[in-house]
């Protein structure tokens, strides 16, 4: 049974399939292709795009979406295969995914890392955890990587640019008040080397690489698509000649689980904001980020005001991508391949 848990596990021809049925669903939003099937969105963390795309897209395409908050409107759930549960889960993962697969077609699931200690999040147990035991497909809807999220960055980028083969990719950290989730970084840097584009991630120091996992199958896909993956500190290096700023905020790695350590770090890199300044070294470059988005903290007024800005674009692409994603999961997507 097909689950989309990470775009690494689906093939480029694949994808491609997935961003063109979505470019159908944009022009023709409104079909009955999911009638009388339905998704169950568990959401462990909040949202405002995910949650309002998927339960709009269900609509859109005839069919219902169950929002489920568990620990807030839904039982607490055990995620650890023989625990024994004495914690606050009053439920496992075992039973909830056996009962939301006698419901619903499909099954979502938001689960962000639990910021303790990478070498297990990085496992992305939660959601694997819901695969194994659900007999319905399961959406990735962020965990460690976002792959809603890229699919809909780069239906935005063909949208404005056309082939994006060996256009330039720039990755870029921001400073933010707090560590956050490398999620949205993994998948910008797997989907836009899996289309084959020229990728640069800019980051402070070594500390802000990324994974190892992501960086090694950034650098297959690079490979495999003619394009290139590089790392860099260098803000002009970076910025020059790029075609696209994509901006992001993550947490340095080896300070994972420590805040206070990883905000002494990061204190002094405050000056990676996108602004003006920086957006005119580039070659007219788009910009993007998967929102939400502090204001003048990770990118300036006049960056997010400028027509070069597409992150609404991108934000609005998560609707007709993810009806695509659901759609080919149940079958009722047109191959074109
Ligand atoms: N980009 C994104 O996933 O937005 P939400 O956190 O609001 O769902």
Redesign the pocket.
Known sequence: MPHFLSTIDWSREELDNLLKVAGELKNEPIRNSMKGRSIALLFLN??????TSFDLGMQQLGGIAIVLQPGKDAWGVEFEPGVIMEGDAEEHIAEVAGVLSRYCDLIGIRAFPQFKDWSVDREDRVIKALARYASVPVINM?TIV?PC?EMALMMTLREHLGDVQNRKFLLTWTWHPRPLNTAVANSAALISTKFGMDVTLLCPEEAYRLDAQFEEAATRFASEQGGSFQVTHNIEEAYSGAEIVYAKSWGALPCYGRPDEERMLREKYRHFIVNEEKMAMTDDALFSH???LRRNVKATDGVMDADYCVAIDEAENRLHVQKAIMMRLLGTAPRRF
Do not use: D
Not at 46 to 51: H, L
């Open positions: 909040p949202s405002m795009r995910t949650r962020e976002h999220q998967c929102l939400p």
